[in-house]
């Protein structure tokens, strides 16, 4: 038995009507014929072979294509998606959200039985070796943060995607296109999910949740980096020496404005300081409210920076005296 010479080309076209209300993934899926690599090799095989060789070996090759091929055109087939089919985008802050989609690959980078096996929704493309095979699926999931969409991209990284088909059209769903032989499949149903947990990720129709795999939860590569404490190596507040070192300018400024204006007397400097170091609330009362020489210690109280501690907020009240 032998292929033609030229390369093959298997495409599922999508389903020109919408399955039966009352029919799910499931029943669709229960009533096809599973079909792995090799029975797809072979279900090419049939419904392309020439088996133009003469003799005994002519006829018996012609018999068991032409019984397998009327099989293959009165059966629906449940197909595995290639890996990658279904596809996550990035986190987009924006919208706050990541795109999804499903191609229809069930061999795109890797032709089976020297097949190429693809979605014909659209007419395909070629990119070298690899066909792009039409979208079947477009969607976008909602997420509140960055790190959950991250968790989820992760899981969804192991998802697996199946199709339930059928052979379409007059012709035996058979085409000839840029030199490559295919066939047309009408896709009838598909299903996303993640093993680990065994949650529909995307079904048309729709499907039930599977059972989950607890092995394939050891796939799923987690890149989310853990959350940063910004806190993290800060003392829990700051000590009297602290405050002392950072006001020291201030009592310096306080008897330079003295030597400026003369006045004498004393004071307090009320301060409201947040985490990060940051001046929230000011207030002096005393002998100098209202004056020059009060005027000029404000400027240097409220000029200077507290380092940060862990401690959210703290007041504190420091006095002056200057004659």
């Known amino acids: 038995m032998r292929t033609s010479g030229l390369v093959a080309l298997v495409a599922l076209a999508a389903a020109a009507t919408a399955a039966h209300a009352d029919d799910s993934y499931d ?33 018996l090759c012609r018999f ?11 059966t629906t087939w449940r197909v595995d998606a290639e890996a990658g089919a279904f596809a996550v985008g990035e986190w987009d802050p924006a919208a706050r959200a990541v795109l999804t989609s499903l191609s229809g690959c069930v061999a795109c980078a890797k032709p089976i039985g020297g097949l190429y096996l693809v979605s014909h929704k659209a007419a395909p493309t070629f990119v ?7 979208t079947l699926h477009e969607g976008a999931r909602g997420f509140p943060t960055q790190a959950a969409a991250e968790r989820w991209r992760a899981q969804a990284a192991t998802a697996r995607a199946q199709f339930v088909v059928r052979l379409a059209g007059p012709a035996g769903g058979k085409f000839e ?3 490559k032989r295919g066939l047309a499949l009408e896709v009838l ?23 989950a795999e607890p092995a394939a939860c050891a796939a799923i590569v987690d890149d989310t ?8 190596g800060l003392p829990e ?20 404005c003295f030597d400026a204006y003369g006045v004498p007397g004393k004071g307090k400097l009320t301060y409201t300081v947040s985490g990060a170091g940051a001046i929230t609330a000011y207030e002096q009362v005393g002998d100098f409210v209202d004056t020059p020489t009060g005027r000029c210690i404000d400027k240097a109280a409220k000029a200077v920076s507290f380092p940060a501690s862990r401690k959210a907020s703290f007041t504190f009240t420091y006095p002056i005296s200057v004659q």
């Open 189 to 211: 149903a598909y299903r996303v999910h993640t093993p680990c947990d065994g949650a529909i990720v995307v079904a048309q129709p729709r499907a039930d949740a599977l059972a």
């Open 64 to 74: 068991v294509r032409d019984q397998r091929a009327a099989q293959l055109r009165t």
């Open 27 to 59: 029943a669709l899926a229960a009533k096809a014929q599973a079909m792995t690599d090799r029975d797809l090799a072979g279900a090419v095989w049939a419904l392309t072979a020439t088996c133009d060789q003469g003799g005994a070996a002519g006829r």
């Open 225 to 232: 980096p853990p959350p940063v404490d910004p806190t993290a």
């Open 128 to 134: 070298g070796e690899v066909a792009r095979a039409a």
């Open 177 to 179: 296109r840029d030199g």
């Open 237 to 256: 507040a700051l000590t009297a020496d602290d405050l002392k070192r950072v006001l020291r300018p201030v009592s310096e400024a306080a008897r330079d």
